[in-house]
């Protein structure tokens, strides 16, 4: 399993980013696909996840601000983050499963004025 996570930067409150994450080595298409966070000194937060029919959930904080989607051509997903707040600063990881975990590197979202 490799996945490479992308996208992340510095951006001011309220501001938007849109993460990716190519995935490869399993069947991505029948993969339910799950984002996690981890910010300085915190333990890893799950944040989103994407089924295979393409059902969605998010964790109370983010929903109506982020937005997770896939495209099984690409084997890529994807999440679209509005409203960013500082507190959302962290590492963002995909992987496989509904548990979200460390997939791979990682991408860092830095929120600040």
């Known amino acids: 399993v490799q996945l490479v996570e992308s996208g992340g930067g510095l951006v001011q409150p309220g501001g938007s980013l849109r993460l990716s994450c190519a995935a490869s080595g399993f069947t991505f298409s029948s993969s339910a696909m799950s984002w996690a966070r981890q910010a300085p000194g915190k333990g890893l937060e799950w944040v989103s996840t994407?089924?295979?029919?393409?059902?969605?959930d998010y964790a109370d904080s983010m929903k109506g601000r982020f937005t997770i989607s896939r495209n099984n051509r690409k084997n890529t997903v994807y999440l679209q983050m509005n409203s960013l707040k500082p507190k959302d600063a962290a590492v963002y990881y995909c992987?496989?499963?509904?548990?979200?975990?460390?997939g791979g590197r990682g991408t860092q979202v830095t929120v600040s004025s």
């Open positions: 994407i089924y295979s029919d393409g059902t969605t």
């Open positions: 992987e496989p499963g509904i548990m979200g975990g460390k």
